[in-house]
Each structure stands twice: as C-alpha cells, then as structure tokens.
C-alpha cells in the first residue's frame, strides 16, 4: 500500500548528480527524503513537497529515508519534451520517463550494438549485492595497475535509479569505476540499455571495458524462501554471459557474521543461483580465509550440483580491500564493516582478483 504524506523542506543537506538530499518538515515532525530532480523538478528550501512514505512506516530497507513525489510548489514543468530517446522507464507509473538507450536508432552507439559478434572471454563479475561492487571492481584496479577499464552495470531488481547510489558516485569519482551502465527498468547510467543482454554488449562494443562488474542497485528483496530472493538472477546473468562468450566469474556470497542460518558460511542464495538456475558454467572465486572456515565453505559445495556444474578457485582478495582502503573508501553491508565481516568482502575481491587474472593473461 502506498503512503503519502505533505511536509515543507527546511533544508538541502547534499546534492549529487541526480539526487537532492534534504530534510524535510512534516507537523512539525524532521524527517530525511530523496529527491530526484530529473523526475519531480528542481526541489528549493521552504518548497512544499509530497512524500512517499511506505518503506520507512514500514520500516523496511530504503536507508531510513522518504522520497519526494511531487514539488508542489513548482507542480508544472516548462513543457519541453526530450527530443531524443524513446524508450519509457519506469513504465506506467508516474514517474515513467524516456532515455535514449544504446540500441535505439537514434542512438550514436546503434551500429555497434547491431554489428557485436561476441564478447570474446571478457572477464564479467557477477555479484548478489550492491555492496559487492566495490571491492570487486578495486580488485580489478589493484592486480592490473589500474590499467584495466571498469564497466559497472547495474540491473533491475533492486533500487532502479542509479543515483541513489552513493558508493556508485563514490568509485567514479575515485576512478575505481569507468563508467555506468543501467540495465532493464534501471535508469541514470551513463549508457542506458533495455537488458542485460545489450547491458553486456555496450560494455564491450560502447564502454570498451576490460572487464565488467554486474550488481543489483542498493536493497535486496529476500523471504527465506528457496527461489524468492531477488539476487537469484545471478544465475540467469551467469547463462547471459555464456551465450555472448564472455568468461563468467561468480562472486560467492560469504559470511560468518550474519546470524541467520540460512547465510552462514555460503549463503543459500549462492547455491541456489549457481545450484539451480545457472545452467551453463561458471568460475566461482573463494577468498583466502581461515582453512576452517574455507572447509565449511568447499563442504557446503561438495553436497550441491555447484560441484559438478561449475569451477572453483581459491584467489587471495586483499588487494581490493587494501585499494579501498588507501582511497578512503568505507565498506558496509548489511550495517557490518570490513572487520565485522571480513570474509565477504574478500569474497567479493577474490572475484576481481580471478578478472584481473584473466585481463593479464597473454
């Protein structure tokens, strides 16, 4: 159910390419909201605005903050249409919008997409989190001397605008990334395209990435049950790759942190996705941990069809960590730090690691 509520903003605490941050007086009440400027119009102290309150009364995993639907003050635009792009995001919604996607003929970038031959063993990383992101990609910057060209794409199955990213513009701005690419109903990369499919071709033909990281926008849907978890689509990532030649490595969900059951160790999601719906082959890369630890782990793949069905290397992750923290860049997860998970972030550089390998090869 969707809940909204009037308030007048009292101040603009942040603003970033795509995001306006602000605090925003409601009866009295200070509450923190979002607003996305190129989707409700410029937002201005003492403006009247409505707000999207659903995930916060909920209490639910949107970063304890509302989101601005409407300026109510500024309720009309200047009536300027875009006059390139036609595909709609966000479609049949209010806020739905066109971008000017990489295959469109419109598009300066259509003849590379329609010429693509194959992906010819591009190195493509695919994760489960957001938070996965960042030690994976400055792993790939560590092992390769920051030579290496870093594509993120973001899918759709978490927050769709980019822009909500903070660590995205963070990792861009410390050169850790390259460029942005928003797949599906995602929207605000610096390529838009209408699947991962094109998603993973303007990478290659476009973006002219040396490797790509694939992770979901911040927030994750999960219900404990066995298919229904959002991230489950890092098994159909992994077929996509395949089908375009690329050489897919599988970040490994890990941690000896979180108290749920079903997450310890290697997370059900992970077996799940790389069990049961990734069909074709894949590399999965394991941090060096402790040997106790990494046992529980290499038992949990030994009794799943992982064992059969795809690789497995153990690779040494502390290079991404060590990258992000000579550029000051903080890891979060679920609320936990680098030293109150270690092991997955090491995960997720282990996985940077085994691309870069693969970048440096001859």
Do not use: W
């Not at 925003?24 to 403006?47: F, H, I, M, N, W």
């Amino acid at each position: 159910m969707l809940t909204r509520i009037k308030g007048v903003v009292k101040t603009i605490d942040g603003v970033r390419r795509g995001v306006c941050e602000t605090t925003v007086d409601v009866a009295g009440e200070t509450r923190r909201a979002v607003a996305y400027p190129d989707l409700t119009g410029p937002v201005r102290v003492g403006d009247e605005v409505l707000l999207n309150t659903t995930a916060v009364g909920k209490r639910l995993g949107t970063g304890g903050v509302d989101f601005v639907m409407a300026n109510l003050s500024c309720p009309v635009d200047n009536g300027q249409q875009n006059e390139i792009g036609h595909i709609v995001k966000s479609r049949y919604t209010p806020v739905q919008h066109t971008v000017l996607t990489v295959e469109e003929e419109d598009s300066p970038d259509r003849s590379a997409i329609e010429e693509f031959q194959s992906l010819s063993g591009l190195p493509v990383v695919v994760g489960q989190l957001h938070s996965q992101l960042a030690p994976a990609a400055a792993a790939i910057k560590r092992r390769t001397q920051n030579r290496a060209r870093v594509a993120y794409v973001m899918t759709d199955s978490s927050a769709l605008p980019i822009a909500f990213s903070r660590i995205v513009s963070e990792l861009l701005e410390k050169k850790i990334i390259d460029c942005t690419i928003t797949a599906g109903q995602a929207f605000g990369g610096e390529y838009e395209t209408v699947n991962i499919y094109t998603a993973l071709i303007a990478a290659k033909e476009v973006a002219n990435a040396d490797a790509v990281v694939v992770c979901p926008g911040p927030g994750h849907v999960g219900t404990g049950t066995l298919l229904g978890f959002s991230a489950i689509e890092q098994g159909e990532i992994v077929n996509s790759i395949n089908m375009l030649a690329g050489s897919a490595i599988a970040i490994a969900r890990i941690s000896y942190a979180d108290p749920r059951k079903r997450h310890q160790g290697l997370s059900h999601h992970t077996l799940t996705a790389l069990g049961m719906v990734a069909l074709t082959k894949c590399t999965i890369a394991l941090p060096m941990i402790d040997q106790m630890k990494l046992n529980m782990i290499q038992e949990q793949i030994a009794h799943s069809p992982i064992a059969y069905r795809h690789s497995v290397r153990v690779l040494d992750g502390s290079s991404g960590i060590m990258e992000l923290q000579d550029k000051g860049v903080r890891m979060s997860s679920m609320g936990r730090s680098y030293e109150q998970d270690p092991e997955f972030f090491l995960s997720a550089a282990a996985a940077g690691a085994l691309a870069a390998e693969r970048i440096n090869q001859p």
